[in-house]
C-alpha cells in the first residue's frame, strides 16, 4: 500500500465538547503520522469552498453555519493507506449507523453534530488538504521508531 495524506476536521461540536485529544489518539494508535494540525475558525468563503459539492442541496447552508460557528481543529495525517482506514476509524456519516468503537459511533449525537470530517478519496483528500493547509504548514518528518517497524 502507498503512504498518502488524507485530510481530517474535528468540528466545531467535536471541540466544543472536548474531544480533541480523544480524537488526536485514536489516529496515533492507528500510528499514523500527524503532518499538519491547527485550530481555525472557517471563513465562509473556506466552508463554502469545503463544502461546494453540496452547493446546490437544501442542506448546504446549514453546512456552512455550523462550519463556521465556532474552532474546527484541521488536521493532515499520513501513511500507508491512511484515506480508507481514516474513514473506517470515522464511522459512518450518521452517528446512528456508524459501529460502535468508531469516533461516530462512540462520540457523535446525530448527522448535523457528527464531530468530525474525513475526505473520502485521493482527489478529495488532495483538495481538502490545499484548501485548508498552505505547503509551508505541512510537516515532513520521520518517526523515530521507523527503524524498526516491520514492513509488509
Known amino acids: 500500500m ?3 495524506r488524507t485530510f481530517v476536521a474535528i468540528k466545531p461540536d467535536g471541540v466544543q465538547r472536548g474531544l480533541v485529544g480523544e480524537i488526536l ?15 481555525v475558525t ?6 463554502g469552498e469545503h463544502y461546494g459539492v453540496h452547493r446546490e442541496r437544501p442542506f448546504f ?3 456552512v ?3 463556521t460557528s465556532g474552532p474546527v481543529v484541521a488536521m493532515v495525517w499520513e501513511g500507508d493507506g491512511v484515506i480508507a482506514s481514516a474513514r473506517k476509524l470515522i464511522g459512518a456519516t450518521k452517528p446512528l449507523e456508524a459501529e460502535p468503537g468508531t469516533i461516530r459511533g462512540d462520540l457523535a449525537v446525530n448527522i448535523g453534530r457528527n464531530v468530525i470530517h474525513g475526505s473520502d478519496g485521493a482527489d478529495t483528500a488532495h483538495f481538502e488538504i490545499n484548501l485548508w493547509f498552505s505547503a509551508e504548514e505541512l510537516n515532513a518528518w520521520t518517526p523515530s521508531d ?5 514492513e509488509s
Do not use: T
Not at 29 to 36: A, D, E, P
Not at 42 to 47: G, P, Q, T, Y
Not at 146 to 150: F, G, K
Open 2 to 4: 502507498a503512504v498518502e
Open 25 to 39: 489518539g485514536r489516529f496515533e494508535r492507528k500510528g499514523f503520522k500527524l503532518v499538519g494540525l491547527k485550530q
Open 61 to 63: 447552508a446549514g453546512l
Open 65 to 67: 453555519d455550523f462550519i
Open 42 to 47: 472557517a471563513s465562509r468563503e473556506l466552508a
Open 146 to 150: 521507523q527503524s524498526w517497524r516491520i
